[in-house]
């Protein structure tokens, strides 16, 4: 083997091009239709990159809101509303019936039998006029023996006087004694005594007589008539007298209204007030606060009151079912707040106030009752957030979530 057979020959190493030079834009897209591709490629990764940036942020928020949700429902979300001022004077309902302002039966003071009636139900009188008339001959003999027993008594009653006259002059004479003129004098004056009571007799009897003629006491209606022609009048003590006729006096009514105790203060005597009628729709009237029974009753906490209503129409009848409408001033800083806020416990009357996101119950107190609204007159004020509709098992210091008012609408 040669020496040049042992050793590789060495190569000489390949010579090294210069790398192609980067043309300009404008040249590479004037070198062809796909000189544009690495434009294309670094717009498709801004795009990809830009999906997997929005892809991780959405996750982001999904988890956030997801946790939000999570903490949010172990707390429970109250709406709320907002005590309103009291500044105008209210006013209460109070029911009552209509009464006629004199109400009478019409009863007879003699009897006999009914010869006439000339009024019904309905009629309209005036005082004095005729409503009936009753025979009474009974009563008739009885003052004609009177009127006999009269004469007789005033017969006696002459003689006596005429021998008393002639008895005294005799005894100045002293013809006679004076025991005899004394008991001509006593004699005269006992005459004179059944002379009085024979003619108060006949008084007596003429003026039953005269209640043969029923007429009305005073100016009215006739609301009912019980009797009829020949019917049996019984008067006197002895007997159940039978009602003739009922009479009412309607030019005006008197209403009787039990007002509360917490308004008694309220009733002024003189002041006017509002009378509506369930028979009268849309119709208001004028009364007066007439007179109070001053004393509270017992049993019903209520005071009576009366109440004046003019009707010289005669458009309202007694009987009828009316409110009379109390104006009641409020309080002081009273607020109203709806019954749906209010809680009943053991402890007293609280409310819930949603204060920093915990649930505060107040205690108030209660003035007046308005039915769907009460006023209070103490704990509250305008800026307190009342919850609404509040829990039974809600408790101070407990967490809450206060809707946002717009949400709250939209539930309502």
Do not use: C
């Not at 010869?115 to 009563?139: C, F, M, Y």
């Not at 205690?363 to 039915?371: L, S």
């Amino acid at each position: 083997m040669t020496p040049e057979s042992t050793h590789p020959v060495l190569e000489p190493p390949p010579k090294k091009t210069a790398p192609p030079a980067i043309e300009p834009l404008k040249t590479r897209k004037s070198r062809g239709p796909n000189g544009g591709r690495p434009i294309l490629l670094v717009a498709a990764g801004l795009l990809v990159a830009l999906v997997i940036y929005a892809g991780i942020h959405f996750r982001k928020d999904a988890a956030a809101n997801r946790e939000s949700s999570t903490e949010g429902s172990g707390t429970p979300s109250v709406s709320v509303v907002y005590p309103k001022p009291d500044l105008a004077a209210d006013e209460i309902a109070l029911p009552g019936s209509t009464q006629a302002f004199i109400d009478t039966p019409i009863f007879a003071r003699t009897s006999g039998y009914l010869k006439s009636w000339r009024v019904d139900i309905g009629a309209h009188v005036k005082k004095g006029d005729l409503l009936a008339e009753i025979e009474t001959p009974e009563l008739d003999q009885q003052l004609q023996q009177a009127e006999s027993d009269l004469k007789n008594a005033q017969a006696n009653l002459e003689i006596a006087e005429i021998t008393n006259t002639r008895w005294q002059t005799l005894v100045k004479a002293d013809t006679v004694s004076k025991q005899e003129a004394d008991q001509t004098a006593s004699d005269f004056h006992a005459k004179q005594a059944l002379f009085e009571a024979a003619k108060a007799n006949v008084r007596r009897l003429e003026q039953l007589q005269s209640f043969e003629k029923i007429a009305a006491p005073f100016d009215g209606v006739i609301t009912a008539r019980k009797t009829d022609i020949g019917a049996l009048i019984q008067a006197g003590d002895s007997s159940t007298p039978r009602e003739l006729f009922h009479i009412a006096a309607i030019q005006t009514l008197r209403i009787y209204i039990s007002a509360p105790e917490v308004y008694a203060s309220s009733v002024k005597v003189g002041e006017k007030v509002e009378v509506t009628l369930d028979s009268l729709p849309g119709e208001k009237f004028t009364g007066t606060l007439a007179r109070t029974s001053e004393a509270i009753d017992q049993q019903s906490r209520t005071l009576n009151v009366e109440v004046d209503v003019e009707n010289p129409e005669g458009r309202l009848l007694p009987g009828s079912y009316a409110f009379v409408r109390l104006k009641v001033p409020s309080s002081a800083g009273a607020v109203l707040i709806p019954t749906n806020t209010l809680l009943f416990r053991s402890e007293g009357l609280r409310v819930g106030v949603a204060r920093n996101g915990h649930a505060e119950l107040v205690p108030i107190t209660i003035g007046h009752d308005f039915g769907n609204t009460v006023e209070v007159i103490s704990g509250l004020t305008t800026k307190d957030a009342l919850i609404s509709d509040p829990s039974d098992s809600l408790v101070s210091g407990a967490e809450v979530r206060v809707e946002e008012p717009a949400k709250s609408e939209a539930a309502k």
